[in-house]
């Protein structure tokens, strides 16, 4: 069992075991794929009605015709993706735990409070991630070695992610 923050420089406020990269992962999964997958159903419904019918002019490519009740569904697809996203991502997360990291056992807290970071920091730390990205996506392997298991945007935010009961 990894030594709790506390032992490893973190400030006193943040409480349990540090979270490992595969639950996080597990967490970050669930978030993704758990709205994805319905709301891509509707969307491809959406799409397929929205063009069925549909004709392009051979010159210019433009699309003519096709059912505009098929686009507006896949539009409410799109928008109840959205809407569940900042729910889910921000207002649930800003609180310390979105779907994902519930089902796996994982809260998401500042490290100098010990407290969840808000509706508008997770938000900001969701920007934050493309810090992540950019060094060819090393800064989301870095909780395998660094010693408070943060990525790149959890020390930018100064958050932690530890364990806690389901």
Do not use: C
């Amino acid at each position: 069992m990894p030594p709790a923050p506390s032992d490893m420089g973190a400030p006193v406020a943040v409480r349990g075991e540090l979270a490992s990269w595969p639950l996080r992962v597990g967490g970050y999964l669930v978030d993704s794929f758990l709205p994805a997958i319905p709301a891509g159903i509707i969307i491809a419904i959406g799409m397929a009605m929205g063009a069925s019918g549909a004709t392009a002019d051979p010159t210019t490519g433009a699309m003519t015709g096709g059912n505009p009740l098929g686009f507006l569904i896949a539009g409410i697809g799109y928008l109840g993706l959205f809407v569940f996203q900042v729910w889910n991502r921000w207002i649930k997360g800003g609180k310390g735990q979105t779907i994902g990291r519930k089902m796996v056992g994982i809260t998401l807290l500042g490290e100098e409070t010990g407290q969840p970071i808000g509706t508008g920091m997770a938000f900001v730390r969701d920007l934050a991630h493309i810090l992540d990205s950019l060094p060819f996506y090393v800064g989301w392997l870095w909780p395998l070695w660094d010693s408070k298991r943060q990525t790149f945007a959890d020390k930018v935010m100064k958050t932690v992610v530890v364990t806690t009961p389901k």
